[in-house]
């Protein structure tokens, strides 16, 4: 019998791109998106059936060749809410995978296409969680409906699916989830969805007002008054999975280390080791895709500096006001010109604490890192760092860019743009605090693009110091970014006065494969035990 799984998750970039009031929409914001895209295909390449499901977003059920499946009542909120079930047609459409999108208007309280609000502080993750609890108990009344047909596990992928664990365990109506087997991927253990059990809007109380369950396997370590979806979800999952081995070491650390510059199980560590001593936590390694994409043909450095330049006008276009950062962009794009600089650094991601806390580190000389960094590189080069996200790191990011025009901050993002700096870099940036797997640095080796990356979690199981790339560490923030302007001067010492050896690592770069048929027999072995 061929095996079902079903997939739970916020992202998924298989899904049509969209132009919504003039903007693109993808079902993408971060590596779930490739995750879900990714190995579902690969699953269905080792005879497995899978359907996966996300919320609809407000758009994504008007996609062309969306067809409307059935409607769904469900219990939320203490009334009965109409959710809609839809069968979308996927970018990479593969035999063996289906993509469902469930829609209700919870879905696109933030604005139409928006996968994750912005909410202020003072009430962390509210919008979403109550988004996501009306998602995941869609989800678990379509399983007893048999809407999704005979299954064998259920993969939940992040906080944002956590409650189909707290709904299976607590609520005596869903009989037929609790004979499935269902496994927890953490993505990233920093962001755990948690909100009050009662007394607001957005908590468990809120939400199922009728459910009755144990505090004590539920709650915050730290807020005992919270419930922590993510604590909840490896508690009470059959198997829990984090996507590098190094990273499901590190997060049963000490949180305690954070202090030397170091990020452990961000609060849940004891849960974290006591799922690894029950023999139910697993580090399995994401892959990447080496299909259409790889290898592809390099443009002129004349193309690509059009391209970045009619980008970043078409994001200056949107805004009533032109943004600093698109206007020092267009003019530094100009200063590089069409000819090719002596090396092109580059980096691609979001632009948060976790991916640019180390560049904005002082050194021991009470210099940010990315200010030695541009130093260093000087006129020899250029830095195109690619990305959006944290507006006080984007307004670090354009500040520096102001006194450096060796820098050109693209503020923004754009699969095409990623695409040609992944092919044209010559050395790729990746210096993340911590890195539950990363996928930037597995498409820039891909390319033949050495990276120079933090020794940690996932970097540290695909970057091979002085092979594919340079790696460095330290004990605390200082040396941390120290070492890594360090490492940088040993990337340019090879780069400018060994080019045969520099050749080499290129080719060792692009030889390296982390495939995902490798990740999916871990999945089939470790997480849903199937043969």
Same mark, same amino acid.
């Given at each position: 019998?061929?095996?079902?799984?079903?997939?739970?998750?916020?992202?998924?970039?298989?899904?049509?791109?969209?132009?919504?009031?003039?903007?693109?929409?993808?079902?993408?914001?971060?590596?779930?998106?490739?995750?879900?895209?990714?190995?579902?295909?690969?699953?269905?390449?080792?005879?497995?059936?899978?359907?996966?499901?996300?919320?609809?977003?407000?758009?994504?059920?008007?996609?062309?060749?969306?067809?409307?499946?059935?409607?769904?009542?469900?219990?939320?909120?203490?009334?009965?809410?109409?959710?809609?079930?839809?069968?979308?047609?996927?970018?990479?459409?593969?035999?063996?995978?289906?993509?469902?999108?469930?829609?209700?208007?919870?879905?696109?309280?933030?604005?139409?296409?928006?996968?994750?609000?912005?909410?202020?502080?003072?009430?962390?993750?509210?919008?979403?969680?109550?988004?996501?609890?009306?998602?995941?108990?869609?989800?678990?009344?379509?399983?007893?409906?048999?809407?999704?047909?005979?299954?064998?596990?259920?993969?939940?992928?992040?906080?944002?699916?956590?409650?189909?664990?707290?709904?299976?365990?607590?609520?005596?109506?869903?009989?037929?989830?609790?004979?499935?087997?269902?496994?927890?991927?953490?993505?990233?253990?920093?962001?755990?969805?948690?909100?009050?059990?009662?007394?607001?809007?957005?908590?468990?109380?809120?939400?199922?007002?009728?459910?009755?369950?144990?505090?004590?396997?539920?709650?915050?370590?730290?807020?005992?008054?919270?419930?922590?979806?993510?604590?909840?979800?490896?508690?009470?999952?059959?198997?829990?999975?984090?996507?590098?081995?190094?990273?499901?070491?590190?997060?049963?650390?000490?949180?305690?280390?954070?202090?030397?510059?170091?990020?452990?199980?961000?609060?849940?560590?004891?849960?974290?080791?006591?799922?690894?001593?029950?023999?139910?936590?697993?580090?399995?390694?994401?892959?990447?895709?080496?299909?259409?994409?790889?290898?592809?043909?390099?443009?002129?450095?004349?193309?690509?500096?059009?391209?970045?330049?009619?980008?970043?006008?078409?994001?200056?276009?949107?805004?009533?006001?032109?943004?600093?950062?698109?206007?020092?962009?267009?003019?530094?794009?100009?200063?590089?010109?069409?000819?090719?600089?002596?090396?092109?650094?580059?980096?691609?991601?979001?632009?948060?604490?976790?991916?640019?806390?180390?560049?904005?580190?002082?050194?021991?000389?009470?210099?940010?890192?990315?200010?030695?960094?541009?130093?260093?590189?000087?006129?020899?080069?250029?830095?195109?760092?690619? $990305?959006? /996200?944290?507006?006080?790191?984007?307004?670090? +990011?354009? =500040?520096?860019?102001? %006194?450096?025009?060796? &820098?050109? #901050?693209?503020?923004?993002?754009?699969?095409?743009?990623?695409?040609?700096?992944?092919?044209?870099?010559?050395?790729?940036?990746?210096?993340?605090?911590?890195?539950?797997?990363?996928?930037?640095?597995?498409?820039?080796?891909?390319?033949?693009?050495?990276?120079?990356?933090?020794?940690?979690?996932?970097?540290?199981?695909?970057?091979?110091?002085?092979?594919?790339?340079?790696?460095?560490? $330290?004990? /605390?923030?200082?040396?941390?970014?120290?070492? +890594?302007? =360090?490492?940088?001067? %040993?990337?340019?010492? &090879?780069? #400018?006065?060994?080019?045969?050896?520099?050749?080499?690592?290129?080719?060792?770069?692009?030889?390296?494969?982390?495939?995902?048929?490798?990740?999916?027999?871990?999945?089939?072995?470790?997480?849903?035990?199937?043969?």
């Amino acid at each position: 019998m061929t095996a079902h799984i079903l997939m739970l998750a916020a992202e998924n970039d298989a899904l049509p791109i969209l132009n919504i009031e003039g903007r693109e929409v993808s079902g993408k914001i971060g590596g779930i998106g490739d995750v879900v895209r990714d190995a579902p295909r690969a699953l269905a390449g080792r005879g497995c059936e899978v359907t996966v499901v996300s919320p609809a977003y407000g758009v994504f059920a008007d996609a062309p060749g969306c067809k409307r499946l059935t409607g769904l009542n469900v219990a939320f909120g203490g009334r009965t809410e109409g959710v809609e079930i839809y069968e979308i047609p996927a970018r990479n459409d593969c035999p063996g995978v289906r993509h469902l999108v469930l829609e209700h208007t919870l879905f696109s309280i933030c604005g139409r296409g928006r996968i994750y609000c912005d909410d202020p502080p003072q009430t962390p993750f509210a919008r979403d969680a109550s988004k996501f609890a009306l998602f995941c108990a869609s989800a678990v009344a379509a399983v007893e409906k048999g809407i999704f047909g005979d299954l064998n596990a259920v993969h939940l992928h992040d906080w944002h699916t956590a409650l189909v664990l707290v709904l299976r365990r607590f609520d005596p109506a869903y009989r037929l989830l609790r004979k499935l087997r269902c496994v927890y991927t953490i993505h990233n253990l920093a962001l755990q969805g948690i909100r009050p059990f009662e007394e607001d809007d957005s908590s468990l109380q809120s939400w199922f007002p009728a459910l009755r369950y144990d505090r004590t396997v539920l709650q915050d370590p730290r807020w005992p008054n919270c419930l922590n979806a993510t604590a909840a979800a490896i508690r009470l999952a059959d198997a829990v999975h984090t996507v590098s081995p190094s990273y499901a070491k590190e997060i049963m650390r000490p949180s305690a280390v954070a202090a030397h510059g170091y990020h452990g199980g961000e609060g849940l560590e004891s849960d974290l080791q006591a799922a690894h001593d029950q023999g139910r936590l697993f580090g399995i390694l994401n892959g990447c895709d080496y299909g259409s994409n790889a290898g592809t043909v390099k443009e002129k450095w004349s193309e690509i500096t059009a391209q970045m330049r009619a980008q970043v006008l078409r994001w200056a276009a949107v805004d009533e006001h032109l943004a600093t950062a698109h206007f020092l962009a267009h003019l530094h794009l100009a200063v590089v010109g069409d000819r090719r600089p002596g090396i092109v650094l580059t980096g691609v991601g979001r632009i948060t604490e976790q991916k640019i806390g180390l560049l904005r580190q002082t050194c021991g000389d009470d210099r940010p890192a990315l200010e030695s960094v541009l130093e260093r590189l000087g006129e020899r080069g250029v830095l195109i760092l690619l $990305g959006t /996200g944290d507006p006080s790191y984007e307004m670090f +990011l354009t =500040a520096t860019s102001a %006194r450096y025009d060796n &820098l050109v #901050f693209l503020r923004g993002y754009s699969d095409d743009l990623a695409r040609a700096l992944y092919i044209h870099g010559d050395l790729f940036l990746m210096p993340s605090s911590f890195e539950p797997c990363g996928v930037s640095q597995m498409l820039s080796m891909r390319e033949g693009q050495p990276c120079l990356v933090h020794d940690v979690g996932g970097l540290r199981d695909t970057v091979k110091d002085k092979i594919t790339g340079f790696s460095f560490g $330290g004990d /605390g923030l200082t040396k941390q970014a120290d070492n +890594l302007v =360090a490492a940088l001067d %040993r990337a340019f010492r &090879l780069y #400018f006065e060994k080019p045969a050896k520099w050749r080499t690592m290129r080719g060792a770069a692009a030889a390296s494969r982390f495939k995902w048929g490798d990740s999916v027999e871990g999945y089939m072995k470790h997480l849903y035990r199937l043969g």
